[in-house]
């Protein structure tokens, strides 16, 4: 299970951002080495205060164990032909790392192993540089045959994951009083990207606008709703509309009912408990929206967990090695690593001759 | 059916371009008449140059016709109880205007009328522009009570539609030989939108995304695709990644086979048959794409007929005054008169109440 993680102390902070900020196939900076480290050092003491305030830590650790956990018990019901199955964890930014989980894998014997990015939309700057760092890992720590791999690369309209996410949606509805539901504004908000990622070619607005259309037909359309991208980093120029901006514009429209939708992660972590439920909060506060809510996040909700469970079943059953664009370069690449695949399962090479 | 519209000789580029120029809900233009019509002046004999190229004017008028005519016909047999039907072109930027038809529509005795943008995609550049038109138009000419109206204001996708996309990129793909087909790249492409715009919150690409999902779903994910965005204007800030770019960019990536699937536009116009079919082919050949290819527009193909006589039926026989979207104004708006519906159909309201 591929994802960025987070900090699970206060004390992770600062290793945490520097592995961020080192990423270049994150955040590409001049002097990667030395400019990554400053600025990671200047940040970590408002990011340490930030995780003060939201219990100490991400939760993202948590959450996806048990994600983890709950999937691989159902996929042996589901999948009984490739049972046992189990999950590993693999973070980007925060332990447990790529390293920790290929060890643990080797050590427990597996021969036969599934990426599947926890991103449901594709980009080339979460799932990517997991993608990246798990083929690089794999030859520094001489695995190259140890495992044979397949990739679930997105899931952006998976119909059981938009099920799942419509059924927060409404949870996140029963928050308004009754009469004001059908008011509610629902603002899907997804992480943004650079514009010179979205000049590269990057399928991540695409993916993000097809979730968003496939929840909202799922709802029957039952609300008003936007979408739009949060936390940028200045000086850069990032994909719009901001989420700030919007609550600011929505507050100066007298609208008195918005739901945020958090709609490229699916558990609780910084940008959720402290960025929409704290800062944003605070900012729709003070343009005069009476009621701003968050809908809750998928983390352990059984019917994400079964969508999870679901996406990899389907993912052996057909014996595909990824989706159909996995192997699509984006048209202004320039990174020759991307969208590798070490040592591919011949099992699903197999089935693919079948089909 | 509300569209731009195009000249439909050589001599009526000059008036269109100086409509779309002083059209500040297109383009906002500081001293916005007197600039307008200097960049239109200027423009005009490079304009006239590509559609002399292409025929000597815009097929857009005809094949909006046959789609009316067609449509009404069949709209006839599938919503009998609402007949007889008939079918008017609205442009913005050429003749007919907004005004010839709605004189005719008042000649013909009409009473209940349909606002039917021919933009599958809302953007309030398109069909904002055009709606907004068509209010300031019956105020101007008192005509304010003499329609009761409603509004399609959009259907990016509508299952008619999807379907009848899917098939011209399959009418479109029997252009390579058969061994080459499953290698071809769709490269889908729609006008680009100024950043500003984006900003403001326009719901565009998240629309034209959704339709591009749901193409490639309806195909089963058969080929690769992109989505990116044509024919920006220099000086300003454009959504990308820029069609021209990623042209070049996969002919840099020695991509062979490619063919650009129009999806924000139903009938061939300039942007097709010129700078698609023409300029960007050069582009391909010079970028060493050895196939090059469009899918056919909709034109009059019966499909896409069928669709738009059953979006229009769905409309009337769930009686709607428009989608759950129309009156929901851009966050960053600043234009009072945007989503307004004057006269709204009684018809409908009493069918809202019924449902």
Same mark, same amino acid.
């Given at each position: ?105 080797? /050590? ?14 594709? =980009? ?54 009754? /009469? ?9 908000? /997804?992480?943004?990207?650079?514009? =010179? ?125 990824? =989706? =159909? ?31």
């Amino acid at each position: 299970m591929l994802n960025l993680g987070g900090p699970r102390s206060v004390d992770e902070v600062g290793s945490y951002l520097e592995r961020m900020f080192l990423d270049c196939e994150l955040i590409p900076l001049p002097f990667q080495e030395r400019l990554g480290r400053f600025i990671a050092r200047r940040r970590t003491p408002k990011i340490q205060a930030k995780y003060a305030r939201i219990g100490g830590g991400s939760p993202i650790y948590e959450w996806t164990k048990r994600q983890g956990e709950a999937m691989a018990q159902l996929l042996d019901q589901l999948s009984p032909e490739t049972a046992p199955h189990k999950s590993y964890i693999a973070f980007r930014y925060a332990e447990p790392l790529t390293e920790e989980a290929l060890m643990q894998m080797r /050590a427990d014997g597996v021969r036969r192993a599934v990426a599947f990015t926890q991103y449901p939309q594709w =980009s080339c700057s979460t799932t990517g540089a997991s993608l990246n760092e798990l083929w690089r890992e794999l030859i520094r720590l001489n695995l190259r045959d140890a495992f044979e791999w397949s990739v679930i690369d997105r899931w952006p309209a998976h119909q059981a994951f938009v099920e799942a996410m419509a059924k927060k949606v409404c949870e996140g509805l029963d928050q308004f009083a009754p /009469a004001e539901r059908s008011s509610v504004l629902l603002l899907f908000s /997804a992480h943004s990207l650079p514009l =010179s990622v979205i000049e590269r070619g990057d399928a991540y607005p695409q993916e993000v606008a097809a979730t968003v259309q496939a929840v909202m037909e799922r709802l029957n359309f039952s609300n008003e709703f936007l979408l739009a991208y949060q936390s940028d980093i200045k000086p850069f120029k990032w994909l719009g509309p901001s989420t700030e901006q919007v609550i600011r514009n929505l507050g100066a429209r007298k609208r008195k009912n918005v739901m945020v939708v958090p709609i490229a992660f699916t558990s609780d972590h910084i940008e959720t408990l402290h960025e929409i439920d704290i800062e944003y909060a605070e900012l729709a506060h003070e343009a005069g929206i009476a009621n701003f809510k968050r809908a809750p996040a998928l983390n352990d909700d059984p019917l994400f967990v079964r969508a999870l469970a679901e996406i990899v079943a389907e993912h052996l059953r057909v014996g595909r090695l990824h =989706s =159909s664009q996995y192997k699509l370069r984006c048209p202004g690449c320039e990174n020759a690593m991307c969208r590798s695949l070490l040592n591919p399962a011949k099992a699903a090479l197999q089935a693919r001759a079948v089909v």
